[in-house]
């Protein structure tokens, strides 16, 4: 079946650092691949995505590139703000399997000043 | 943001009493599901909607049901609340845009089960 496999946290940064979140997935077909973000109390917030092989999600400076290859999504940002300190979620939709979406466990994100 | 509310927002209850949230959206999307987040279990469909009065189960829907009489509205249920329902709940909806389909999530409801 379908499922995506993301690294465990924390992640403990300091201000400035370079980020990389691993995730890979499993699935038939082409499936659509997204990062969303989810900030102390408040639900889930699109980051980026992507819908095809090659192609690079980004926004915010956080970019992330459909390897189809790998089976892989990695989010990555050359230079992190205390301001992202969150919760990283990987995700997938497919277009078989019983259920569309599919989330990663989440990896928190913590940025030292 | 795609317009979407829950409520309540919090909620405490004792073990075997009902529970009703409420996911209200704007937008007129057809697809609405409902969603719990549990650590180290990511996030987990329970129920979800492809149109009025068209719902099916998700991978955890048990103890849980769901109602949509409006298409604005989706109802989670829990029929008689137990501990392990306590947890984040959160509705989403899928919105079509020109790349494709995303889900877009509402604040989410912080339920205690006591």
């Known amino acids: 079946g379908n499922s995506v496999t993301q690294m465990e946290g924390p992640v403990t940064l300091s201000e400035e650092a370079f980020l990389t979140i691993n995730c890979t997935y499993t699935a038939t077909g082409y499936p659509s691949l997204f990062w969303y973000v989810q900030y102390p109390g408040e639900g889930l917030q699109l980051l980026l995505k992507?819908?095809?092989?090659?192609d690079k999600g980004s926004n915010k400076g956080f970019e992330a590139t459909y390897r189809k290859e790998t089976t892989s999504f990695h989010l990555e940002k050359g230079s992190v703000q205390v301001s992202d300190s969150a919760v990283y979620f990987c995700a997938l939709r497919s277009t078989s399997g019983t259920y569309k979406y599919i989330f990663g466990t989440g990896t928190r994100l913590k940025v030292l000043a | 943001d795609a317009g979407i509310t829950q409520s309540p927002r919090h909620k405490v209850t004792e073990t075997g009493t009902p529970v009703t949230l409420r996911c209200h959206q704007t937008?007129?999307?057809?697809?609405m599901y409902w969603y719990r987040q549990d650590p180290g279990h990511g996030l987990r469909l329970i129920h979800y909607?492809?149109?009025?009065?068209?719902?099916d189960k998700g991978e955890v829907s048990d103890g849980y049901s769901v109602s949509r009489s409006k298409t604005e509205d989706f109802l989670l249920t829990l029929e008689s609340a137990t501990s392990s329902q306590t947890s984040v709940y959160f509705c989403a909806i899928s919105k079509q845009g020109q790349a494709g389909e995303t889900q877009y999530f509402g604040p989410g409801t912080r339920l205690l089960v006591l």
């Open positions: 909607s492809y149109g009025v009065k068209d719902t």
């Open positions: 937008e007129n999307h057809r697809y």
């Open positions: 992507a819908t095809k092989a090659d």
